[in-house]
């Protein structure tokens, strides 16, 4: 630590209301904030990590999203699910069951 240095830790009120003002007082002599570079590199650390896991969890929304999608718009499915009438004139009836009483 050189003799001119000085804190520079940013000055918070009620906790966590940051002031937007810097500790001047000369590092060798500030108790205060001891070692606080340190502590807000964790703090940005912690909030990129919570970044990356959010953003991990959109990814994943989206290949859930696009998966559903693909299989929407296959043939096979409406082959297998719906049932088209392609001739207006003849409409299609449901098959009756038949009483062999």
């Known amino acids: 630590i050189g003799q001119d240095e000085v804190c520079g830790c940013s000055l918070v009120t009620n906790v966590f209301d940051e002031t937007g003002e810097l500790c001047r007082a000369p590092k060798r002599k500030c108790v205060k ?3 606080w570079e340190k502590l807000r590199r964790a ?14 969890d959109l990814f994943e929304k989206e290949r859930t999203i696009r998966m559903s ?5 296959g043939v096979l499915g409406l082959m297998l699910h719906q049932s088209v009438d392609h001739d207006p004139m003849t409409p299609m009836t449901t098959p ?3 009483d062999s009483n």
């Open 33 to 35: 904030h001891f070692c």
């Open 43 to 56: 703090e940005i650390d912690m909030e990129r990590l919570r970044w990356w896991m959010a953003l991990d």
């Open 96 to 98: 009756q069951i038949r």
């Open 69 to 73: 999608m693909s299989n929407r718009m």
